[in-house]
């Protein structure tokens, strides 16, 4: 598998087999800790277990064994599902989704201590045997609850859990869990009749999955959702005010929001919200015929770390995480808008001042897969419509609203993360075929250019 290229090797993946959402982003000892959905046997989504990796910086990470395997008889059985992990009074603990052998869509939240907390690696968990909620709140006819996530506010620990309800409604739940083996239902934090989600969201979406929250140093706080109509769609945020909702809760009250990344393979973000900073991974799926998948003996990939924050009008900002220059190699490879070959993995940044064409990809017809800027339109748009894929919105380039007066560009096998002057993203998934040339070439007045490849880190 080491020689597939379409396999990323510097973004986070198990040597084999199944990769979904990322969960549990989580520091621990000066290490940061990624867990993720994983099926040890096969590049299929079944047999869900959790994957666990660390890192130091971002840049180096180590595996480490299974953290959390269903068990047999147990309400995690059919499927030890998303979650956060919280430090609970010194215990690393993993708050997660148990589904059982009826597999109804109704989760139930548990809990797994870390055996060692005093082990940085954090490689042995032990779930606990009974869940410390059954299942949705009475009265709400709650047809989808899962995802549950831990956070702090007014000195408390609160959790969200991701909901859909029987009449279409999508909506996300509070939890009063200061008492992390103690949970009280405390309402709804908001639901898809809200007018800004509808606005933002539109009305498909009949289920919220991965809710996630952060604060920003300005005080707004921002909810991340994954957007679900009986499957995968696209990812949102609104960013707003947490506020007492007089009844011993809280509610949200969103202020604007958006499209969280605007490419067609990103899913269920998961957020690590540090003093400094928020941090965020996304899960992309893939976009290949199933059987080229079990071919390759390996399905998806998270991507690359994320600081996400919120402008003062309220736009998301999104940058890739500075460790990831450790990366680089130690010399550019590219430093000025001339024809140049393109390494298998790499991180470009081109700027313009006039509309600008970078070219980074041509197939044996010719086509070739394109990013325009334009300055004067206020619009970046990528053209790869001519590399076939099985998951898709439309064959149409993407156009994405910003400056258009930077981007930078991370490749790595088939994972295509592109940045946009930091206030946008697209993440797609393009696989080379054979006889696909990788070649840079950039095309406008004025534009410059600097490209590192990326190499394995080394240490020191």
């Known amino acids: ?85 919280v430090d609970d009074d010194g215990v690393p603990t993993a708050v997660y989704t148990g589904i059982d052998r009826h597999h109804s869509g109704l989760g139930t939240i548990c809990l797994a201590r870390a055996v060692v907390p005093d082990d940085e690696t954090l490689t042995d968990w032990k779930p606990l045997p009974t869940p410390v909620v059954t299942g ?46 103690d949970w009280r239902f405390a309402g709804v934090l908001l639901d898809g009749n809200d007018p800004v989600a509808t606005d933002v969201f539109g009305d498909k979406a009949v289920g919220w999955e991965c809710p996630q929250l952060f604060a920003t140093a300005g005080g707004e706080w921002v909810l991340v959702v994954s957007l679900w109509d009986g499957d995968p769609m696209a990812t949102g945020c609104l960013t707003g005010r947490l ?27 998961a957020v690590l919200q540090e003093a400094d900073r928020a941090l965020m991974w996304g899960w992309s799926w893939e976009a290949r015929e199933q059987g080229e998948v079990d071919a390759a003996g390996w399905a998806g990939v998270l991507t690359a770390p994320r600081v996400v924050d919120v402008r003062p009008d309220g736009a998301l900002s999104v940058v890739p995480a500075p460790e990831l220059q450790l990366l680089r190699a130690a010399e550019p490879f590219a430093t000025a ?16 001042r006039t509309p600008t064409t ?64 930091d ?26 250019v600097i490209g590192w490849e990326q190499v394995p880190p080394t240490s020191g």
């Open 337 to 352: 808008p001339e024809r140049t070959p393109l390494p298998q993995s790499y991180d470009l940044t081109v700027t313009a």
């Open 358 to 421: 970078v070219s980074l990809l041509r197939s044996a017809s010719g086509a070739e897969l394109t990013i325009r800027l334009d300055p004067d339109e206020g619009t970046v748009t990528l053209d790869s419509s001519d590399w076939p894929r099985t998951r898709s919105e439309g064959s149409a380039p993407l156009v994405v609203r910003a400056p258009a007066r930077e981007v930078r560009i991370l490749v790595d096998g088939s994972l295509f993360e592109l940045f946009a002057d």
């Open 423 to 448: 206030r946008a993203t697209v993440t797609e998934r393009i696989y080379r075929r054979p006889d696909d040339v990788p070649e840079l070439v950039v095309t406008g007045a004025g534009a410059t």
């Open 136 to 181: 949705p709140p009475a009265g709400l006819d709650v047809v989808m609850f899962r995802d549950p996530f831990v956070f702090r506010s007014g000195g408390r620990r609160w959790a969200l859990v991701g909901a859909g309800h029987a009449d279409g409604t999508p909506s996300v739940l509070l939890y009063d869990c200061d008492d992390l083996a």
């Open 243 to 269: 506020e007492p909702d007089g009844e011993g809760g809280l509610r949200f009250g969103a202020r604007t929001g958006g499209r969280l990344d605007h490419g067609r393979d990103f899913y269920a973000p």
């Open 1 to 85: 598998m080491k020689h597939d290229p379409d396999a990323p090797r510097f973004r986070v993946r198990p040597p084999a087999h199944w990769i979904n959402d990322p969960n549990g982003p989580f520091r621990w000892r000066d290490r940061y800790h990624l867990f993720y959905q994983h099926n040890p046997d096969a590049p299929r989504h079944e047999n869900v277990h959790w994957g666990h990796v660390s890192s130091p910086d971002l840049a180096h990470w180590e595996h480490h064994p299974v953290a959390l395997t269903p068990t047999p008889g147990g309400p995690d059985e059919a499927g030890c599902w998303s979650g956060c992990v």
